[in-house]
């Protein structure tokens, strides 16, 4: 099993303070994904990071794969009560094999 | 067009009992996998099928478990003789080709078992 360890499991923060979320592992992957999760619904997907080292901006989120290809990092920037949400990495390892993390659950107080 | 669905949206059952969970993908998604999610944290892999080739069932827990996928489209996870530790979130998703693909998740059913 290639395991994706998520810190921190649960954080709860202040809106408009800046966050950051680690997605670390052992194993190498080909690409890595980002998904969040609010309740009741199924994850979304984020953004895909392919390359090694690579930086991807949605908004205020920034997300990079580490230079290994091992790890992967979240960044949140003046965060909004609307990023609540349960925040999975996935690694993705040959052509079918998809391994999510163990989740980062995120609360944005107003 | 309409996305991943999933039926039902809750299913309370016996232990014992067995239960069925239902998976509509979106068409022409030739992907479809299923997890089981626990307590809202990570999800855990149970199965996958690809097009007409034969399933990973590499991540099944146990014999009590079983999927198929009927037509290349809608799927069926059956747990039998439920246990009390089958209750999870169990959420199925289906991509348009292989893991690198992006997975578009159903709402998910939410079993609990008595």
């Known amino acids: 099993t290639q395991l994706l360890e998520q810190s921190p499991q649960f954080l709860s923060i202040q809106e408009g303070e800046n966050l950051t979320v680690y997605c670390n592992s052992s194993?190498?992957?080909?690409?890595l994904q980002w998904y969040r999760q609010e309740p009741g619904e199924g994850p979304v997907l984020l953004v895909t990071?392919?390359?090694?080292?690579e930086v991807k901006k949605l908004k205020r989120l920034t997300f990079q794969f580490g230079d290994a290809r091992k790890d992967s990092s979240l960044h949140i920037t003046a965060a909004q009560t609307g990023d609540t949400g349960l925040y999975l990495c996935a690694g993705v390892s040959g052509a079918n094999n998809l391994f999510f993390g163990t989740g980062t659950r995120l609360t944005v107080i107003p | 067009g309409a996305g991943v669905s999933q039926s039902p949206s809750n299913k309370v059952t016996e232990k014992g009992k067995d239960v069925e969970l239902r998976c509509d993908p979106i068409s022409g998604h030739t992907a479809l996998y299923w997890y089981r999610q626990s307590l809202g944290q990570g999800l855990e892999f149970l199965i996958y099928?690809?097009?007409?080739?034969?399933?990973?069932k590499s991540g099944l827990p146990s014999d009590r478990f079983s999927a198929e996928r009927t037509g290349g489209s809608v799927s069926t996870l059956t747990i039998q003789r439920t246990q009390q530790e089958d209750s999870a979130v169990y959420l199925c998703a289906s991509t348009l080709g292989g893991a690198e693909e992006t997975q578009y998740f159903g709402p998910g059913t939410r079993l609990l078992v008595l």
């Open positions: 990071v392919v390359t090694g080292g």
């Open positions: 194993s190498v992957f080909s690409s």
């Open positions: 099928f690809q097009g007409n080739s034969a399933p990973d």
